[in-house]
């Protein structure tokens, strides 16, 4: 438990430390194979694979120690430079694709859950049937062998089976799993929502953080931490009270990771603030980018190259990798390419908000469970980090909150789906959400954001990167649906409406065409996957599947798949409104 008293201090040394240039970097993992060592580098610049991820998420046949030791003697005996042919033949026997996974059956999967009746549309009841029907396609457990050895793989092995985002990356994810829960609870599947929210606290237990996925290479980097806000979805869905009090303790470990390594203090207009920041300080190039990141830095000095290193880690760390929003051109605008990353400088509107619900969150099952005195230290944190966020991230004239940029000291002033972030996770006063809420359902209005036939793009800058316009990501359609009903007005939830329907429509075109979902789409065109960035669209998709399934409990009542759609009358094998 963090002391809140002795933090203040503590949180001054690390603002210190951070803006210093980083010279002695621990490396990506502690699992040189894959993190940092001759081998990685010479195979992922050889590109022997097109993906760089298909290199690290490979089984070595012989313990680590071997593999590099023969490696070294590859090196030796090539005058430090093997062919693509003799590293080909190196991986070709020293490593093979052997599945780290098997298919796995969830034993409360259910064909024809509840929520299917409520839908009055029959297009979108078989359309949520549909989504219900991809659970058991994306469920996985562990196979024993990793287990068995355990030094020999990049993934790190949990406990219980779980539901993959799918394509590409087939390992558990943080954020992601937020969605994917609540696609699960809606699909009644709490049992495996369990064993899901139980695989990241084991990976919060082994590495004292959750990390962006299960596999090593991603040791040194979290994500948005919304461990808490699953546990809260679950506990709603089930009252689970020993849930909570069997888990606790480390919800609040990671509430204390994020206050010791991201919080950062800084000034504005004469006074002191101390606010969170993605920051992932370690030396190297992403493993499963290795290539693409490197690429990158080939004209760089050492230092801008150990700079960029961390900006890339710590805009991936957000989720939003990658986005203007992580660019600070040398006018402090968000123009630019990769090389003006400067993540580590800006406080996240979505960030701030999403720590602040964890202290909520926290609070509140502290309160469930009796502990008056603990929920009201999590109270006093969490009052001092909404006052906070008012004071530096919202700007009264355009009616919304902004990033700040604590190093140019200014407002980063552009449309992005996670500016609406602190409605979303109710951490505005209720006063604030009267006076405040109506202005951000105007700046939406106004912002152009909502007018795409294929849904709300995370932005207006079209970069080329894949978390901004024309894409239109899952979370973030949620994020933006919720804090609109969270307004609380007559207009707010009209437009919350809206905002889903025109993401199912494009889903569901999507899906009857490509009878796949996406992990993003395209805005311009509705039921036409998203591109950009550095690789190809993925299917399957877990948090695409979370959002369209919550959306259909939400609004199944009212919701058309087009405008002549008609609606059945209310089903009348249930007994619902
Ligand atoms: C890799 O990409 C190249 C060029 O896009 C393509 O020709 C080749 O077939 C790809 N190789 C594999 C193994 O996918
Ligand atoms: C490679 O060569 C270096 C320098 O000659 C030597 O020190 C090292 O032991 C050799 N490594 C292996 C694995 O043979
Ligand atoms: C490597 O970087 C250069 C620019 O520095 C870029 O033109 C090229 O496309 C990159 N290569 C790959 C395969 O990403
Ligand atoms: C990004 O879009 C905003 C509008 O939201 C615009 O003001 C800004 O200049 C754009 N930035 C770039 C680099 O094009
Ligand atoms: C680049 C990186 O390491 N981050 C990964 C973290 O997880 C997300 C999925 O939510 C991936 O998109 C990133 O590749």
Known sequence: MVSFYKMRGTLILLAAACLAHATDLPPSCSRP??????LLHHVQMARIFNDSKTFVDLVMNYDEAKTLHDFDVLLNETDQNPSKKQLEAFVDQYFSEEGELEEWQPTDFCDNPEFLKLIRDKDLRKFGKGINDIWPLLARKVKPAVREKPEQFSLVPVTHGFIIPGGRFKEIYYWDTYWIIEGLLVSGMEDTAKGMIENLIELLVKFGHIPNGSRWYYQERSQPP???DMVALYYKYT?????LKANIASLENEISYWLDTQAVSFDKDGEYYTLLRYYSPSAGPRPESYFEDYNVTIAMSEEERLDFYIDTKSAAESGWDFSS???VAADGSNSGDLTDLHTRYIIPVDLNAIFAGALKNVAHFHRLLSNGRKAAQYEVLLKQWMDTIQKVLWDDKDGIWYDYDFRDNRHRKYFYTSNVAPLWQGVVALDLVKTQGPKVVDYLKNSGGLDFPGGVPTSLNKTGEQWDYPNVWPPEVSIVVNALEHVGTKEGSELAFEVAQT???SCH????QYKQMFEKYDAEKPGEFGGGGEYNVQFGFGWSNGAVLEFLDKYGTKLTAD???????????????
């Open 325 to 327: 929003r992580w660019f």
């Open 503 to 505: 993401y199912v429509r």
């Open 226 to 228: 919304m461990l808490t």
């Open 509 to 512: 075109a999507g899906f009857l």
């Open 33 to 38: 194979v894959y993190c940092d060592s001759n």
């Open 563 to 577: 405008d002549s759609s008609e609606l059945a009358p209310p089903d009348e094998t249930t007994n619902s409104a």
């Open 239 to 243: 009252q689970d009270l020993e849930f």
